[in-house]
T-cell receptor, first 112, second 114 residues
């Protein structure tokens, strides 16, 4: 069974801090994704990656960056955290771009 | 821009009632279609998917969905819901076009009372 592991379930940071959210998958999937989930807005794609060292902007990339140095790991970086980045962040992976995505448990991030 | 619409934000049903959740998308080409479910406190998981073939697809836990190409719809159904079906349901569409990503609807919260 595919396992997507996000490093933290809950995280509290202060405005202006640089924040790192880590995600690891154990199924050698090519594709990895970062979403944020907000009530009434569903899932919105921040960034995705189809290969190591490759990244593509999603619908809401502003204020975020990503890093994919190894196939199994995809990191989301908040360069200078702001209160409007308080949200649930979900990582996902898939074997091929049209195949179903497998999701982690999410990180609930609060920016104070 | 491509989009996915879920018509109902919150649906409240009694146990044994029938369920139908609407999903429409705006893309004229070939698509792959998905329904995901998120139970309280759990991660999103795949309920069912449609790639091609029989437009009526069956998923886990008695759910099914019908793809109607002419209506750009992929509605989710279950004949008789249970209390344990209380969850948030997301429709998602993947245009069969290079460089596109999965597009999610805003979700429908289903509350089932026993």
């Amino acid at each position: 069974d595919v396992k997507v592991t996000q490093s933290s379930r809950y995280l509290v940071k202060r405005t202006g801090e640089k924040v790192f959210l880590e995600c690891v998958q154990d199924m050698d999937h090519e594709n990895m994704f970062w979403y944020r989930q907000d009530p009434g807005l569903g899932l919105r794609l921040i960034y995705f990656s189809y290969d190591v060292k490759m990244k593509e902007k999603g619908d809401i990339p502003e204020g975020y960056s990503v890093s994919r140095e190894k196939k199994e790991r995809f990191s989301l970086i908040l360069e200078s955290a702001s209160t409007n980045q308080t949200s649930m962040y979900l990582c996902a992976s898939s074997f091929e771009h049209s195949q179903p995505q497998h999701f982690g448990d999410g990180t609930r991030l609060s920016i104070l | 821009a491509q989009s996915v619409s879920q018509h109902n934000h919150h649906v409240i049903l009694s146990e044994a009632a029938s369920l139908e959740l609407g999903c429409n998308y705006s893309y004229g080409g070939t698509v792959n279609l998905f329904w995901y479910v998120q139970y309280p406190g759990q991660h999103l998981q795949l309920l069912l998917k449609y790639f091609s073939g029989d437009p009526l697809v069956k998923g886990i836990k008695g759910f099914e969905a019908e793809f109607i190409k002419s209506k750009f719809s992929f509605n989710l159904r279950k004949p008789s819901v249970q209390w344990s079906d209380t969850a948030e349901y997301f429709c998602a569409v993947k245009p069969n076009q290079a460089g596109t990503a999965l597009i999610f609807g805003k979700g429908t919260t289903l509350s089932v009372s026993s």
